[in-house]
């Protein structure tokens, strides 16, 4: 289990005090995918606590999550991680807090992994169940936009002007959103889907490309510390441009974007992929991923980061590295750039494990300076899987008494706002 760093942190953010909703505490809770999560939030932006209880290890050795274990150690874990959540925000308020004190319990409710979903709602349910309290169920890539919104709070930054343009980018989504406030509320958030990929999420590509080379599991630190040793310019990779259709009556494809107005601004992944692929095999270079793959396997020690994971690499590896980054971060960078100067975006958030990559942050980080725009990224304890995130998208859901019914049941296909 681990502790995010930022935890614990105040700020003169209006509490639920001044709203008549007890202190504003809301226990969150996420198992979507392969991490099991407890945060206590107040008021959306002070995280009291926020607890992960990372699967990454047990499905390394599959190269990917595989959903029966997922939810298998989601039970295991979910009672003890939701108790330390509980009592690290009681050292932290230097007071206990108790499931008395909470206000409500958020739970992820899609979309993810339908067995892994299924063991945070039944627990979140009999929790607020048994104490009589109100459970509010939470988009899980809502929450990823949420992150950063309340590390900036915390942070008693100015907000983000509306409308935001959002690129929530990890391992299972590759999405751009245009969000703002519902007419007429300051609270209630609107989001309409702008952009998506059609096939595989950016941090897929990363995972994937990982392992063809021979890298470790999750691919994205991997191939984010190796790039900068290798010339992003070795390889040239190129997207196509992605035509969205409006799709034909009577024809529905889950993949392809479901929109039908205003522009557009879609993501394809799986043609880099195979042009890596394409590459490995003309330069015969199987034998060198072979060895590294077993090099790799031998020393569990090996971090992304260490000196030794780089000498496991020859130049052309590395090359390959930087290239295939280089690529799809500039395409990244130019999708969102143009989806926020065609929409009209006065500010952008970069939310998702990929919004860890160091490189995506910098070019990212660059050219929102060179057009005057603001831009934030979530703490890197923020930018994967977290239960805070989840807490404090659910603020505005308690403000509204935006409450989850009893028959909640997971959303594994679970969209966010108009599509
Ligand atoms: O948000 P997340 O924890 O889980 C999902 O909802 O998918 O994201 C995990 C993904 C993985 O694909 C991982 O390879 C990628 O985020 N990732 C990175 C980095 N750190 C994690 N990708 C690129 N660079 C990184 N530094
Ligand atoms: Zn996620």
Redesign the pocket.
């Known amino acids: 289990m681990r502790e995010s760093p930022q935890s614990g942190e105040r700020n003169s953010q209006t509490t639920g005090e001044t709203t008549g909703l007890g202190t504003g505490l809301i226990l969150g809770i996420e198992s979507?995918?392969?991490?099991t999560a407890a945060a206590v939030v107040r008021a959306g932006s002070e995280a009291l606590s926020n607890v992960v209880a990372s699967q990454m290890s047990l499905h390394a050795n599959y190269g990917g999550v595989v959903p029966e274990l997922a939810s298998r150690e989601h039970l295991r874990n979910i009672v003890p991680v939701v108790r330390e959540a509980m009592s690290r925000a009681s050292a932290v308020a230097g007071h206990p807090i108790t499931f008395a004190d909470l206000d409500a319990v958020a739970i992820t409710a899609g979309p993810?992994l339908a067995g892994a979903l299924l063991v945070g709602i039944t627990y979140a349910k009999a929790l607020t169940f048994g104490l009589d309290k109100p459970l509010i169920s939470v988009n899980?890539l809502e929450g990823?936009i949420h992150a950063v919104l309340m590390e900036t709070r915390q942070r008693s930054e100015l907000p983000m002007e509306l409308p935001l343009l959002a690129l929530v980018?990890?391992?299972?989504?590759t999405h751009l959103y245009l969000a703002t406030h519902e007419q007429g509320s300051e609270t209630i958030w609107t989001y309409r889907n702008v952009g998506r990929t059609v096939d595989d999420?950016?941090?897929?590509a990363?995972?994937k490309v990982?392992k063809l080379l021979g890298l470790g599991?999750?691919?994205?630190?991997w191939?984010?510390?190796l790039a900068p040793h290798g010339n992003p310019r070795a390889v040239p990779f190129i997207f196509a441009e992605i035509k969205h259709r409006a799709p034909r009556p009577g024809v529905t494809n889950k993949k392809a974007p479901a929109n039908t107005a205003g522009p557009h601004f879609d993501f394809s992944f799986s043609g880099i992929k195979t042009a890596v692929l394409r590459y490995v095999e003309t330069h015969h270079m199987r034998d060198s991923i072979e060895a590294r793959r077993i090099a790799l396997a031998a020393d569990p020690t090996l971090t992304p980061k260490s000196a030794a994971a780089v000498k496991l690499c020859d130049q052309q590896t590395l090359d390959l590295i930087a290239s295939f980054?280089y690529a799809v971060v500039g395409n990244l960078q130019r999708q969102t750039f143009a989806a926020a100067a065609a929409l009209g975006a006065h500010s952008i958030v970069v939310s998702?494990?990929?919004a860890?990559?160091?490189e995506?942050r910098r070019r990212l980080q660059a050219e929102a300076d060179r057009r005057n725009l603001t831009i934030a990224f979530p703490s890197l304890a923020l930018?994967?899987?977290n239960a805070a995130m989840i807490a404090a998208a659910a603020w505005p859901k308690l403000l509204a008494r935006d409450f989850a019914s009893e028959d909640l049941g997971a959303a594994p296909q679970l969209r966010l706002g108009q599509q």
């Open positions: 979507s995918c392969d991490e993810g899980h990823h980018v990890s391992g299972g989504h999420a950016a941090g897929e990363y995972d990982a599991y999750p691919g994205g630190p191939i984010d510390a980054q998702g494990g990929v860890a990559n160091s995506l930018s994967t899987d």
